[in-house]
């Protein structure tokens, strides 16, 4: 493998971190550079490992029961686990190799024959690399030893189903080379190394992977308590396994034999306080004087009339029991601490974001809900200091109380509602609106509604006095449009009486004056005209909202056909050819329609240049709405005049160019707008222009209802 697979491949502790990215292909001069390096530092690797093993080993042999030579805990197969598994697997074969050669000398140091020292080298190995690779294999890595997963995965995989098989090797070992049973062998074997993997793998793991700021936050009182706890631990491990039983008959007695359970007390007392890292050292403390005790004959398990076999299983089942309780207990105490410390920490991220926003954010009691945490934008809204609303009920806020039962039900239901309006009261009774959104959470370990609300009081207010506005501008624009046809109304019959009484004068006396009192008389008569014609056009454009007719299915082609009629004569007169496509049914005032149609032929025709006048109809339906469209050939208006000229009285050209009023769009617009719709012009000076208006559809079970008509 190449080192930069290896580098991608990799999954064990130790090694290198995968490199993200395609990096350059290496040159062979630096690929082997890498790989001779990396073997360089496997080799170191394996001789430091190698010199270890090598006095755990002598360790474990200073801890054998004499004369029958047997092991109550065996370290350096709980020290190859550790190594191995804080290793990378692509290094187990240097270390497993120097492993076998150094447990080999140490045996052959100890007096065995080399094909014995050979087989035991053998089967230490054997059962480290089994447990490490099922431990990798199952649990996979980061190994880390404070959970209760990795606990229960290295008592099962490691301690119970591994080496119950690999002990088997090694009870072979000695009952072929030595003449020892089997079965008694076999389960010296398997307890022994299984003891040396429970005691002494998790304490190197633990304290190899911790992080290191857990040394720098022992304060002195920390300390001092942890010295007392080891001393008082030590010290009662030389009370209970540091005397020599005086019994010359039989084994000791149940009540001597329940005291080193005593150790629990201060096993349990690391795990509380000083959690997995402080239970390993205490559980390798007191292992460490229970094995040496009864290795010595002291102790309670060295009781006279008691073989070595019996002294050695009874310290390792005691040692097996309140180890393993010991780190069970440590691995739920760590994993409650973190469980609390991160709903802490989610509770002190949740308490610094709810502050740091400006929207009123509080937490309440599900069943009677009562203010557990209310953020400072919620106090200031209700005008009450943040420490005296928790506790308080959040309906005392409500002018309905009613509204709380309808938000529970509606949580009950969704388990969340959202822009919900409540009326609410302040704390000094003054009103306002505001707009929440509840959700059900669990708060401190209790049902809880996490709520959060806009506050709608100022666009309320600003909602009621544009209200208000609304009615006294629609009351006003009422009184205009009624003083506007009150007043033209009662302006037509003085200006009629002008008019005719100026049109008597002209036929009277018309040639009879001199040619200067005719040019004024026949001033006075155009514009007493004019003047008549703009009152009934004004007229006209305030019967729009006051006299018009319900709106009612209205055929276009119909409208269009008498509008046709009407302009018959200026029609003959400029040439003027109207087409139109087939035009549909709809909701309109006939009458007023007509006018639309008229004043937009009329502009069409009027305003035309040297060339026939051609002016084109067309509908089509959109998704509430037709858009009709009134295409022509003529002079075009400049865009920046599109909406000036729905303007009243605005005009682009004087009356000498085009005679006109200047209200005929502007009523158009006032037309449109009352049936709904939207008016506007498209159009480009010398190009024509297109006007675009839109009226409501008619809906009938059939659909749109289209009227087939010819082309004019």
Sequence with gaps: MEASEAHATQGVYGSPTPQHGTAPAASPQTRHSTRARRWVWDLGRAGVVALGYFLSAKVGLAFVVQPEGLAAVWPPSGFLLAVLVLSPQRAWAVILGGVLCSNTVANLTAGLSLTISLGFSLANCAESMTAAWLLVRFLGTPLTMTTLRDVMGLTGLAVIASNAGTACLGAAVVSLGLGTPFWAVWRVWWIAVSLGMLVLAPTIVMWVTADRRLYKTGTVGRIVEAVCLYASLVVMSQVIFGVRPE?????????????????????????????????????????????????????????????AAEQVLAVQIFLSVVVFSALTAAAVVAERQRSAQALQESEARFRTMAEAIPIPVSISRLSDGRILYANASYSATVNVPPEALVGRQTTDFYYDSADRQKVLEALHNAGSVRNYEIHIKKADGTPGWVLSSFRAITFNGEPAVLSGFYDLTERKRMEEDLRRTAVELARSNADLEQFAYAASHDLQEPVRAVVMCLQLFQASYTGRIEARADEL??????????????????????????????????????????????????????????????????????????????????????????????????????????????RDNGIGIEPQYAERIFVLFQRLHTRRQHPGTGIGLALCKKIDERHGGRIWVESALGQGATFFFTLPHVRVDSGPRVAEGNNT
């Design 247 to 307: 019994m010359e008959h039989g084994p000791c007695p149940l009540s001597l034999l329940s005291w080193p359970y005593m150790a629990y007390a201060f096993l349990f007392w690391a795990a509380l306080r000083f959690g997995p890292h402080g239970t390993s050292i205490a559980c390798l403390a007191l292992a460490t004087v229970a094995v040496w005790s009864t290795a010595h004959t002291l102790g309670p398990f060295a009781g006279a009339g008691q073989s």
């Design 521 to 630: 008389i026949r001033h006075a008569v155009e514009g007493g005209e004019h003047m008549r014609t703009l009152i009934d056009t004004l007229l006209a454009y305030a019967r729009v909202s006051t006299r018009g007719t319900p709106l009612t299915p209205t055929d276009c082609t119909i409208v269009l056909t008498q509008v046709l009629a009407n302009l018959k004569v200026m029609l003959e007169e400029s040439g003027a050819m109207v087409t139109h496509d087939p035009l549909p049914t709809v909701l309109a005032d006939a009458t007023q329609l007509l006018q639309v149609f008229q004043n937009l032929l009329g502009n069409a025709i009027k305003f035309r240049t040297t060339v026939r006048p051609t002016v084109h109809i067309s509908a089509e339906r959109q998704e509430d709405a037709w858009r009709f469209a009134v």
